[in-house]
């Protein structure tokens, strides 16, 4: 498990039991995915990511395909618990 999935879990959980709709659901991953990177840029790289990542920023900023499904799987996954009944 990579940090930036662990990332997309808990923002699809959150998106999820907020009750997010549409634009606002995927505002909150694209916000959960630059935060997640901003963290990664300082903390790990050092302010270098061009030495850790092959593409530099472009490898740091990408959320990645599977991450995306996984936060959309989620996401609904909570939504629908916990909104089922509303």
Same mark, same amino acid.
Do not use: R
């Given at each position: 498990?990579?940090? +930036?999935? %662990?990332?997309?879990?808990? $923002? !699809? $959980?959150?998106?999820?039991? =907020? !009750?997010l709709?549409?634009?606002?659901?995927f505002? %909150? @991953? =694209?916000?959960?995915t =630059? @935060?997640t990177?901003?963290?990664?840029?300082?903390?790990?790289?050092?302010? +270098? /990511? +061009?030495?850790? @990542? /092959?593409?530099?920023?472009? !490898?740091? =900023?990408? /959320?990645?395909?599977?991450?995306?499904?996984t @936060?959309? %799987?989620?996401?609904? %996954?909570?939504f629908?618990?916990?909104?089922?009944?509303?």
């Amino acid at each position: 498990m990579t940090v +930036k999935f %662990l990332s997309a879990c808990f $923002a !699809g $959980a959150v998106a999820g039991i =907020l !009750g997010l709709q549409n634009w606002a659901g995927f505002a %909150l @991953f =694209l916000a959960s995915t =630059l @935060f997640t990177s901003f963290c990664i840029y300082f903390i790990n790289c050092h302010g +270098k /990511p +061009k030495k850790y @990542f /092959p593409d530099g920023w472009t !490898g740091l =900023l990408s /959320p990645g395909q599977e991450n995306a499904f996984t @936060f959309i %799987l989620v996401w609904t %996954l909570f939504f629908g618990i916990v909104h089922v009944y509303d």
